[in-house]
């Protein structure tokens, strides 16, 4: 393979890769504007989806279309259960109240999670057939490909969702500007709680997705962790920017990889995280905030 379709090729895989981490940052981002907290507890929440899918699906053998929309309800229900019973109680306390909250929060799924199902690594079914994708000398592998149209079109649903319907209105209202949301009538309370629950929607499908390329064991919720490159770079608050900043570390991923071996894998994140943070604290699109000392 000539230096062109190589470079192409790490290139696509990349960018591919990069959809489902758009998905997982989009899951941060979902919550971060509706109640201004960065929730820590968004990789136990995808690990957690994709173990309840798994056991629907391989454990009950339940099929797999019913399988994973019980694993979406599963984790709509834990969404609505931790902001009514955790988190609302800590409403109008500090962000960082809320936010060691979260850190609970994680360390208790993640606890559970080993109690229930174990630290073994588990085979999870892929929800879309692994065709791969022949480009004349580029060969991209079918999971790869299958996954990022799915995370393409769930996040195409969010923005359509958001834009034209109703309840997607109200959520950036309340987002925006929740003093005024209040004034005019709308429950900010079910504005969050409602919030939450997408985020968890969010964060189940991208779990299911990674769960199975990667295995299903507890370590899948670090995988989070590498996604605040993506909120930081595309912004904390911004739905697009988290949309172009996962296709961005993923197409770096993917490059660097590709020429340099897996173990960038490791590092490449936290340079991003860095740089960002020196010379862009905001991201690429997220508000730019001024306080004065």
């Known amino acids: 393979m000539s230096s062109f379709y190589e470079f192409m090729e790490f290139s696509l895989l990349g960018l591919f890769s990069g959809g489902v981490l758009a998905l997982i940052g989009l899951s941060f981002v979902l919550v971060y504007k509706g109640t201004r907290v960065i929730n820590f507890a968004t990789g136990d929440v995808m690990m957690l989806g994709a173990y309840l899918y798994y056991t629907c699906h391989v454990v009950l053998g339940w099929p797999l279309l019913i399988a994973f929309a019980l694993s979406i309800i599963g984790i709509a229900v834990l969404a609505f259960i931790i902001e009514r019973s955790v988190l609302r109680p800590l409403s109008g306390q500090s962000v960082i109240s809320v936010l060691m909250a979260t850190i609970g929060i994680s360390a208790v799924l993640h606890g559970l999670t080993e109690v229930v199902w174990g630290s073994d690594t588990h085979s999870t079914p892929s929800l879309l057939p692994r065709m791969p994708l022949n480009l004349g000398e580029i060969l991209i592998p079918g999971y790869v490909f299958g996954n990022f149209i799915l995370a393409a079109a769930l996040i195409t649903a969010f923005l359509?969702?958001?834009?034209?319907?109703?309840?997607?209105?109200?959520?950036?209202?309340?987002?925006?500007?929740?003093?005024?949301?209040?004034?005019?009538?709308?429950?900010?309370?079910?504005?969050?709680?409602?919030?939450?629950?997408?985020?968890?929607?969010?964060?189940?499908?991208?779990?299911?997705?990674?769960?199975?390329?990667?295995?299903?064991?507890?370590?899948?919720?670090?995988?989070?962790?590498?996604?605040?490159?993506?909120?930081?770079?595309?912004?904390?608050?911004?739905?697009?920017?988290?949309?172009?900043?996962?296709?961005?570390?993923?197409?770096?991923?993917?490059?660097?990889?590709?020429?340099?071996?897996g173990k960038v894998r490791e590092v490449v994140p936290y340079i991003v995280v860095l740089t960002i943070l020196v010379f862009r604290p905001y991201g690429l699109f997220g508000t730019r905030t001024i306080e004065r000392l």
């Open 160 to 261: 359509l969702f958001f834009r034209y319907s109703r309840t997607g209105v109200t959520l950036r209202a309340v987002a925006n500007d929740p003093v005024t949301a209040c004034t005019m009538g709308i429950d900010i309370r079910n504005a969050q709680r409602l919030t939450w629950m997408l985020a968890g929607l969010s964060g189940t499908v991208a779990g299911v997705l990674v769960a199975a390329t990667a295995g299903l064991s507890p370590l899948l919720a670090t995988t989070a962790l590498g996604v605040f490159a993506v909120i930081i770079l595309g912004g904390l608050d911004s739905i697009i920017g988290a949309i172009i900043a996962g296709l961005v570390i993923g197409w770096l991923d993917g490059v660097m990889v590709g020429y340099m071996g």
